[in-house]
């Protein structure tokens, strides 16, 4: 009811679609402000939960698939120089704003039964640039720059393919900052073993075979190299999450 101190919010705002992306990115900084929150990893889900284009089920384990990749990568000495750059915690909760800009698009569309047509999915690539475009309006400098900017990393590179053929820049290779070619694997595998509205759930093991064809496609080679040896951590995941919506 009415404006909460502690989260500097209104519970019964409701901003314009256009503004929920931006709002979901505001209450997560508010949370940030608060001591102790030792897994910030779980406020999320219940922010991401108050609007309807999102799951719990797959920011959850998208972070969790980033993880495991994260710690094969650097035991096999795979770009371990980048990624022992990163402050872990900082990723794994930066990389659960990767679809923020989901928010923005409505939700007819994003459920949407059956096949979606060329207009819809258009707009549905909207996601990248409106999630981007509301990480950049929180602001990059700060206390939580860090944060922010492996956020728009997440956010803006994890449709990106290999190839080239991917959105919005089309990027080519290592072109593609690590962050969206890691969450790219991630992003795909949770698509693939859950069932949506328009698609049962593949297999844990069509969906990695799935995944192991697209390398040097849709997926960085080296990537996929450490999705091979990960796949039945990313499968007891994929069931763990199997209850969550
Ligand atoms: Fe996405």
Same mark, same amino acid.
């Given at each position: 009811?009415?404006?909460?101190?502690?989260?500097?919010?209104?519970?019964?705002?409701?901003?314009?679609?256009?503004?929920?992306?931006?709002?979901?990115?505001?209450?997560?900084?508010?949370?940030?402000?608060?001591?102790?929150?030792?897994?910030?990893?779980?406020?999320?889900?219940?922010?991401?939960?108050?609007?309807?284009?999102?799951?719990?089920?797959?920011?959850?384990?998208?972070?969790?698939?980033?993880?495991?990749?994260?710690?094969?990568?650097?035991?096999?000495?795979?770009?371990?120089?980048?990624?022992? #750059?990163? /402050?872990?915690?900082? @990723? !794994?909760?930066?990389?659960?704003?990767?679809?923020?800009?989901?928010? *923005?698009?409505?939700? &007819?569309?994003?459920?949407?039964?059956?096949?979606?047509?060329?207009?819809?999915?258009?707009?549905?690539?909207?996601?990248?640039?409106?999630?981007?475009?509301?990480?950049?309006?929180?602001?990059?400098?700060?206390?939580?720059?860090?944060?922010?900017?492996?956020?728009?990393?997440?956010?803006?590179?994890?449709?990106?393919?290999?190839?080239?053929?991917?959105?919005?820049?089309?990027?080519?290779?290592?072109?593609?900052?690590?962050?969206?070619?890691?969450?790219? #694997?991630? /992003?795909?595998?949770? @698509? !693939?073993?859950?069932?949506?509205?328009?698609?049962?759930?593949?297999? *844990?093991?069509?969906? &990695?075979?799935?995944?192991?064809?697209?390398?040097?496609?849709?997926?960085?080679?080296?990537?996929?190299?450490?999705?091979?040896?990960?796949?039945?951590?990313?499968?007891?995941?994929?069931?763990?999450?199997?209850?969550?919506?």
């Amino acid at each position: 009811m009415g404006d909460d101190i502690i989260y500097g919010y209104n519970r019964d705002y409701t901003p314009p679609l256009d503004d929920r992306p931006y709002e979901i990115i505001r209450r997560v900084m508010a949370n940030l402000e608060q001591p102790g929150i030792e897994a910030p990893g779980l406020f999320l889900h219940e922010i991401a939960a108050y609007y309807d284009s999102f799951t719990g089920r797959h920011i959850g384990s998208t972070r969790e698939y980033i993880r495991i990749m994260v710690e094969r990568l650097i035991k096999d000495n795979v770009y371990a120089d980048e990624l022992l #750059i990163w /402050d872990m915690n900082v @990723a !794994l909760l930066s990389s659960q704003l990767h679809d923020v800009g989901k928010a *923005a698009v409505n939700g &007819a569309i994003l459920n949407k039964p059956g096949k979606l047509t060329r207009e819809e999915f258009e707009i549905i690539k909207t996601h990248v640039r409106k999630g981007v475009e509301a990480i950049e309006r929180i602001g990059l400098s700060g206390r939580f720059h860090v944060f922010l900017k492996q956020a728009r990393l997440f956010a803006g590179a994890h449709h990106e393919k290999w190839d080239g053929s991917g959105y919005p820049d089309g990027l080519e290779g290592r072109l593609i900052p690590l962050e969206g070619r890691i969450m790219a #694997i991630a /992003d795909v595998y949770d @698509a !693939l073993t859950t069932a949506r509205p328009y698609k049962s759930a593949f297999t *844990a093991e069509e969906s &990695a075979e799935i995944i192991i064809g697209g390398a040097g496609v849709h997926f960085d080679p080296a990537l996929i190299n450490a999705f091979y040896k990960s796949m039945d951590d990313f499968a007891t995941v994929s069931m763990a999450y199997s209850g969550v919506v």
